[in-house]
């Protein structure tokens, strides 16, 4: 059957290339310690970077709201759907976010995809960091705007494209602020600086910032003293919150447009207010629990000291993201192989996530890492780092 080839010749090719991506088996909760193809191992490739999401408290709240509020939200929030948790949740973060409004989409690709093709589209253009996240890249293919990538946090180049684009109706950057898997952190404030000079509108994609960077966890818009400054800001309740689903925080008007022009807000229905509930449980928490936070970075600074010491190349990381480059994709599956086998789960990551020959383990640290969880894991790290000759 030609159609049977079709799926086994392209598998086999990815195979052979060492890009063939395959599930692995979790069984219980999603922790530190996880029970992986039934073996305990230590994780170390979550974006769960607080503990929060088998926290008690927030499961608590779940069950609460279920209690109250049922488990499906039965249509759209435009429709029938706009339950009271939802509302809640908006509430909390436009608050702790110190913006006029808020609203939640069911995931921080739908927020992206939705968002960017409800604001901008043929005439417009938009300027989009090279590494920034896929669904950033779909959103902005699904606009039908003008696309222009511009190399990894290199401002002067753009300035160079905006200088050219005055021609546009509108003009727009977008961006993660955390890479999520470089680790490193965008030069917002020059891009905000180019945005106002050449009148150009601001997105930023909070995804592994919020809960992480800043004074109060509010991500690296505040980590950066840009608060006010940024027209559109967007992150995901699914990382350091523990939870599920995406918000965007602006202006009343920005998200009164929002619900009436994003079509992965208006065709699809809300989120189970129970996950809401969650969230909101969660972002209190951030807020009242600095310390999760100060331990995070703690365990973040003592893990890529210690694995730059040793030799890897953590690549520019300035954040719990902390990639180890083995270039080759074959040599970076065989790392993370090796590792699993002596109880360190980290995950090779290859093209197309990441440009060819920038193959890499991607680490993230947890809060909820103990001490001898990150001296077992620099070991091992070292014991395969030496067998693989990476170091
Ligand atoms: C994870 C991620 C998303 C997608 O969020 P989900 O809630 O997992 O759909 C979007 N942007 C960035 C930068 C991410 O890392």
């Known amino acids: 059957m030609i159609k049977d080839n079709f799926l086994k010749n392209i598998l086999d090719d990815l195979a052979q290339k060492g890009l063939k991506r395959e599930l692995k088996s979790l069984d219980g909760p999603q922790n530190a310690r996880i029970m992986l193809n039934g073996k305990e191992v230590l994780n170390f490739c979550s974006n769960n970077y607080l503990g929060l999401a088998d926290d008690e408290r927030l499961c608590q709240a779940a069950i609460e709201c279920i209690k109250k509020e049922g488990l499906g939200s039965g249509a759209s929030r435009l429709v029938c759907g706009n339950m009271s948790a939802h509302r809640r949740l908006e509430r909390k973060i436009a608050q702790f976010k110190g913006v006029e409004s808020c609203l939640v989409f069911n995931s921080g690709y739908a927020a992206n995809v939705g968002i960017i093709s409800g604001l901008f589209g043929r005439g417009d253009i938009i300027f989009s960091d090279k590494l920034n996240h896929a669904s950033i890249v779909d959103g902005i293919i699904l606009s039908g705007a003008e696309f222009k990538r511009y190399p990894h946090k290199d401002v002067q180049a753009l300035e160079g494209f905006l200088k050219n684009a005055g ?225």
């Open 167 to 391: 021609g546009f109706k509108k003009r727009a950057i977008i961006t993660d602020t955390v890479f999520s898997m470089d680790g490193d952190i965008t030069p917002l404030s020059e891009i905000s600086r180019l945005a106002e000079q050449y009148d150009a509108w601001v997105m930023v994609d909070e995804a592994h910032a919020f809960g992480v960077l800043g004074e109060k966890g509010k991500g690296a818009v505040e980590y950066l003293g840009l608060d006010g400054k940024i027209d559109i800001q967007m992150g995901t309740l699914s990382k350091a919150v523990g939870s599920f689903g995406a918000y965007v925080c602006g202006s009343q008007e920005l998200i009164d447009f929002l619900v009436n022009k994003s079509r992965s807000f208006i065709y699809s229905t809300a989120l189970p207010p129970a996950i809401a509930a969650a969230s909101l449980k969660a972002i209190e928490i951030i807020e009242n629990e600095p310390q999760r936070r100060e331990k995070l970075w703690e365990n973040t600074k003592y893990l890529k000291k210690k694995l730059d010491d040793l030799g890897f190349d953590t690549l520019g990381s300035q954040t719990p993201i902390i990639p180890v480059l083995a270039k080759e994709s074959k040599l970076a599956v065989e790392f993370s192989r090796r590792l699993l086998a002596e109880g360190i789960f980290v995950q090779a990551i290859r093209p197309p996530t990441v440009p060819v020959n920038t193959s890499r383990l991607r680490v993230t640290v947890m809060a909820t890492h103990s001490c001898n969880d990150l001296d077992l894991a620099v070991e091992k790290f070292m014991k395969t780092g030496k067998e693989l000759s990476l170091i």
